[in-house]
């Protein structure tokens, strides 16, 4: 027996403990524990368990191991003084983890489940937002690639020969027929730009005594403006900066479709005349679709 062997012998002794007792505390067999007090270490199942089941002996005793190791250092063989991880020691294991952490451990998954919920509801609504935004960009600036389509203006023809002929007649006139026409001529009737109805997203007015129909789109601030004719051809489609303006003849239309985005922001002028809006406040805020028809004097 070691001198080792001997003090944890009697210190075991001296507490009261059997080797079975020991057994239970440890969970070293019996027969090891046998071994230890007797400095047999060659009946270990390896090098490796040596110092561990010393530590274990001397902490199941309440012994400090370091200093176990350091007094008894020459009855342990130097092949088996490797210092070996703390996690060895079955006793410190057991101290080591607290109940609070096991509690922890045990809440960690419901944690991770938590968060992982919470980050898709923060998701979703984040794309909401997102498709709310792009809805409200379209509404206030349809097309995105415009087609800016400029009809050539139409001479009237009719005009021309009118004015041919009267030329003509004038030259076959004597002067006092001529000064006659100058001093009583004949007065043509005015333009007529009249509102005909109004169902909330769409507003009609009627062109009537002019033998033109010159359009004119006037921009004082963003928006965006679409104009077409009865059938459905565009002749303009794009959005407007502060100032800009855009004139379109439609003498040869019967019908001028005009889809405004930013109606507070665009001014619409026939043959020069400004066309005064008949829209309520709340209907301003929104895409207006405004139809001129024009009937041309006889």
Same mark, same amino acid.
């Given at each position: 027996?070691?001198?080792?062997?001997?003090? $944890?012998?009697?210190?075991?002794?001296?507490?009261?403990?059997?080797?079975?007792?020991?057994?239970?505390?440890?969970?070293?067999?019996?027969?090891?524990?046998?071994?230890?007090?007797?400095?047999?270490?060659?009946?270990?199942?390896?090098?490796?368990?040596?110092?561990?089941?010393?530590?274990?002996?001397?902490?199941? =005793?309440?012994?400090?191991?370091?200093?176990?190791?350091?007094?008894?250092?020459?009855?342990?063989?130097?092949?088996?003084?490797?210092? $070996?991880?703390?996690?060895?020691?079955?006793?410190?294991?057991?101290?080591?983890?607290?109940?609070?952490?096991?509690?922890?451990?045990?809440?960690?998954?419901?944690? =991770? @489940?938590?968060?992982?919920?919470?980050?898709?509801?923060?998701?979703?609504?984040?794309?909401?937002?997102?498709?709310?935004?792009?809805?409200?960009?379209? $509404?206030?600036?349809?097309?995105?690639?415009?087609?800016? @389509?400029?009809?050539?203006?139409?001479?009237?023809?009719?005009?021309?020969?009118?004015?041919?002929?009267?030329?003509?007649?004038?030259?076959?006139?004597?002067?006092?027929?001529?000064?006659?026409?100058?001093?009583?001529?004949?007065?043509?009737?005015?333009?007529?730009?009249?509102?005909?109805?109004?169902?909330?997203?769409?507003?009609?007015?009627?062109?009537?005594?002019?033998?033109?129909?010159?359009?004119?789109?006037?921009?004082?601030?963003?928006?965006?403006?679409?104009?077409?004719?009865?059938?459905?051809?565009?002749?303009?489609?794009?959005?407007?900066?502060?100032?800009?303006?855009?004139? =379109?003849?439609?003498?040869?239309?019967?019908?001028?479709?005009?889809?405004?985005?930013?109606?507070?922001?665009?001014? @619409?002028?026939?043959?020069?005349?400004? $066309?005064?809006?008949?829209?309520?406040?709340?209907?301003?805020?929104?895409?207006?679709?405004?139809?001129?028809?024009?009937?041309?004097?006889?």
């Amino acid at each position: 027996m070691t001198e080792l062997g001997e003090r $944890l012998r009697q210190e075991r002794e001296a507490k009261g403990l059997g080797l079975n007792e020991l057994q239970d505390i440890t969970k070293i067999q019996k027969r090891y524990l046998v071994g230890i007090e007797e400095g047999n270490y060659a009946m270990m199942p390896g090098k490796f368990y040596v110092r561990a089941f010393i530590k274990q002996y001397a902490e199941a =005793l309440g012994l400090d191991p370091d200093e176990i190791f350091e007094q008894y250092k020459e009855d342990i063989p130097s092949t088996y003084n490797d210092d $070996l991880p703390e996690q060895l020691s079955r006793v410190q294991s057991r101290k080591s983890m607290s109940p609070s952490s096991s509690k922890v451990l045990d809440l960690l998954p419901k944690i =991770l @489940i938590g968060v992982f919920v919470i980050g898709a509801i923060v998701l979703v609504w984040y794309w909401m937002v997102q498709s709310a935004g792009d809805d409200k960009k379209d $509404l206030e600036g349809e097309g995105n690639n415009p087609v800016n @389509i400029e009809e050539p203006k139409v001479v009237d023809e009719n005009t021309d020969d009118a004015a041919g002929e009267s030329e003509g007649e004038n030259s076959d006139a004597t002067p006092d027929e001529t000064e006659d026409e100058v001093e009583e001529p004949v007065e043509e009737p005015a333009q007529e730009l009249a509102f005909t109805e109004n169902n909330g997203s769409s507003t009609v007015y009627e062109l009537k005594n002019t033998d033109a129909f010159e359009l004119k789109v006037v921009s004082t601030g963003s928006t965006w403006v679409s104009v077409k004719n009865s059938a459905g051809k565009s002749f303009f489609e794009k959005t407007l900066q502060k100032e800009d303006s855009e004139t =379109l003849d439609f003498t040869n239309e019967t019908e001028a479709v005009i889809r405004v985005g930013n109606v507070p922001a665009t001014e @619409i002028y026939i043959n020069g005349e400004k $066309l005064e809006y008949s829209f309520t406040e709340s209907e301003l805020t929104r895409p207006q679709n405004i139809t001129i028809r024009y009937t041309k004097s006889e």
